[in-house]
């Protein structure tokens, strides 16, 4: 059983950072890629940012130049970092694995939650201004 908890998140002022981090129990995370996304109130989720199994690929999607992901697979703990955050990236934070997903590095990569089927609860964010 595939089990993830993100952490890390919180009330904030503008310019804050922040380290999200996403404790994945059940698989060899070394196997795996992992990806974030967020959610903000009455919008879809959308993908930030992705790492590949193998740590070759990085890619970001949102957020791009304030964010930093990164995976311990020895912890089976992936991160987030966010520099710079501003209020509009108040959101419901989520990381997701699955053995299918994939974590590419070329312009037409789409990053999408149809792609995943392990989320976590996800964890608050809120950036004040």
């Known amino acids: 059983q595939v089990t993830i908890v993100e952490s890390g998140g919180g009330f904030v002022q503008t310019g804050s950072s922040l380290k999200l981090s996403c404790q994945i129990s059940g698989i060899r995370l070394e196997y795996y890629s992992v990806a974030w996304f967020r959610q903000a109130s009455g919008k879809e989720r959308e993908g930030i940012s992705c790492i590949s199994w193998n740590h070759s690929n990085r890619v970001y999607r949102l957020v791009r130049g304030r964010a930093v992901i990164s995976k311990d697979d020895a912890k089976s703990t992936a991160y987030l970092q966010i520099s710079g955050l501003k209020p509009e990236d108040t959101a419901m934070y989520y990381c997701?694995?699955?053995?299918?997903?994939?974590?590419?590095?070329?312009?037409?990569?789409?990053?999408?939650?149809?792609?995943?089927?392990?989320w976590g609860q996800g964890t608050q964010v809120t950036v004040s201004s």
């Open positions: 997701a694995t699955d053995a299918q997903a994939s974590c590419q590095d070329y312009d037409g990569f789409e990053l999408l939650p149809r792609d995943y089927n392990f």
